[in-house]
């Protein structure tokens, strides 16, 4: 899922929204790319919370491990069912849910046809942004996290040891994946045009922006009438992870 997502579904586990869980529903995207596979960058959110406890307590510290947890595939958080698997599909729900855009997905982001299926799925994704995005200013906090420059300095730090990463370089992916991302007013053109930078990044390919950001919307379409369902059977699932680990009662 995108980033306002991820926000949004921390505040609907916890009931409330701090930077620091507002950051760590983000940070398995932002260190993905810099650890060996996505176990590291999406699976340690429980070992995470586990070193945290361990290392200091801080409350700060602990959010955003309750935040990672929120978002990764081990134990199952929003990108499990998102991508991986819900319920007796194939895939997860955006995969599902963009099988019928693949050919126009291939179309407008230029794409091979082998990369269509996982690249269309990142179009259901931004269609759910935009839809979520109207709900609360969701792209404030994640832009007052990134600001947080106490916050970023503590955080690199122990997970620069958690990753053996160098903090340095650790706060600067932060930072930088700050600007790869849609924080501000959400539209179709903005998520298609961000979109457009990480495509180009990823694989020097640029897209069509106006046909994407006419497929995002689409999107919306799309998943309209199960998308709350959705949300509710997650969050029952990941909730009960969370109480399994003692981060809720």
């Not at 919370?49 to 990672?68: H, P, V």
């Not at 949300?231 to 990941?238: A, S």
Request: proline share 4%.
């Amino acid at each position: 899922m995108y980033p306002q997502t991820h926000v949004y579904f921390a505040e609907k586990v916890f009931g409330r929204l701090t930077e620091p869980l507002a950051l760590g529903s983000v940070f398995p995207d932002i260190i993905q790319g810099i650890v060996p596979n996505r176990q590291k960058s999406h699976g340690c959110g429980a070992e995470i919370l586990t070193y945290m406890r361990e290392q200091d307590n801080n409350k700060d510290l602990l959010d955003f491990a309750r935040g990672i947890i929120t978002h990764g595939i081990k134990p199952a958080g929003l990108d499990y069912y998102g991508d991986e698997k819900f319920l007796s599909y194939e895939r997860g729900y955006c995969f599902e849910k963009g099988r019928v855009l693949i050919d126009e997905t291939i179309k407008a982001c230029r794409l091979p046809p082998a990369m269509g299926w996982w690249k269309t799925h990142n179009i259901i994704e931004m269609g759910i942004e935009l839809r979520l995005s109207e709900l609360n200013n969701y792209g404030q906090i994640l832009s007052a996290s990134f600001a947080n420059i106490d916050l970023l300095a503590r955080l690199s730090q122990y997970l620069g040891y958690f990753y053996a990463i160098e903090p340095a370089l650790l706060r600067q992916r932060i930072l930088r994946f700050a600007g790869f991302i849609e924080i501000s007013r959400v539209t179709a053109t903005s998520l298609a045009n961000r979109y457009d930078l990480q495509m180009f990044a990823k694989h020097h390919l640029h897209i069509d922006i106006p046909h994407v950001a006419e497929l995002i919307k689409q999107a919306i379409t799309i998943v309209n009438d199960d998308l709350a369902e959705f949300f509710t059977y997650v969050l029952d699932k990941v909730k009960h992870n969370l109480i399994t680990l003692r981060v809720i009662d």
